[in-house]
């Protein structure tokens, strides 16, 4: 008896057909980690711009909260005269902080506040502006609407919208509008 021996193992185009389909694979799976880690470099960029308009919202409110003298358009008198702008907005505010400096708040660029301006800035005691936001954030549009300052009947408010845009990737941007309320601890007395 003769018995032919049976070979065992794969043929030349088996392993072609599982190469291919095995490369195949690998590139989708890369695609989608390459695609993964952009969208979290993506993310971590915006969770910093974020942060920092927290931070600027916080630290104004923070500020405002213990101020007096409530005063809208840094331009147009001393904070030693209050005056409300609870119907039409002011674009700046300025204010006696509770260690007595006046602090402004504006939108403007470098130290100059303007209505195209880009950051959110800030003056200390007569200071310079400087800027509070981060230079990647580009503010749009900067007001503050404040009621009860002219009256001793009302507690003092004051409400600041804040938009602007956040460069994403490359000419992406990402939109925001944010809005925050400060009412003053104490009343002007």
């Known amino acids: 008896m003769c018995t032919t021996p049976t070979q ?10 599982s190469v291919a389909i095995f490369a ?9 980690l390459l695609s993964m880690s952009e969208s979290d470099r993506k993310a971590q960029t915006l969770k910093s711009v974020v942060n920092n308009l927290n931070f600027t919202l916080d630290a104004m409110s923070r500020a405002m909260r213990t ?6 358009d840094i331009g147009q008198g001393t904070v030693t005269a209050v005056r409300d702008c609870a119907v039409t907005p002011a674009t700046s505010m300025a204010f006696l902080s509770a260690d007595g400096q006046t602090i402004r ?4 660029n470098g130290s100059t506040c303007s209505s195209s301006g880009t950051a959110v800035l800030v003056s200390k005691g007569g200071a310079a502006f400087a800027p509070l936001t981060a230079a990647e954030v580009t503010i749009t549009n900067l007001q503050f609407y404040v009621k009860g300052a002219e009256s001793a009947a009302i507690q003092p408010y ?3 919208l804040l938009s602007g845009r956040v460069p994403v990737s490359g000419s992406q941007n990402s939109t925001f ?3 925050t309320s400060v ?4 009343y002007d007395q």
């Open 24 to 32: 195949t694979v690998m590139v989708i799976s890369l695609g989608a």
């Open 177 to 179: 509008d944010l809005q």
């Open 105 to 108: 708040y504006c939108r403007g």
């Open 67 to 72: 101020g007096v003298n409530y005063h809208c």
């Open 8 to 17: 065992k193992g794969f043929t030349l185009i088996e392993i072609l057909v």
């Open 183 to 186: 009412t003053q601890r104490l």
């Open 158 to 160: 004051v409400l600041i």
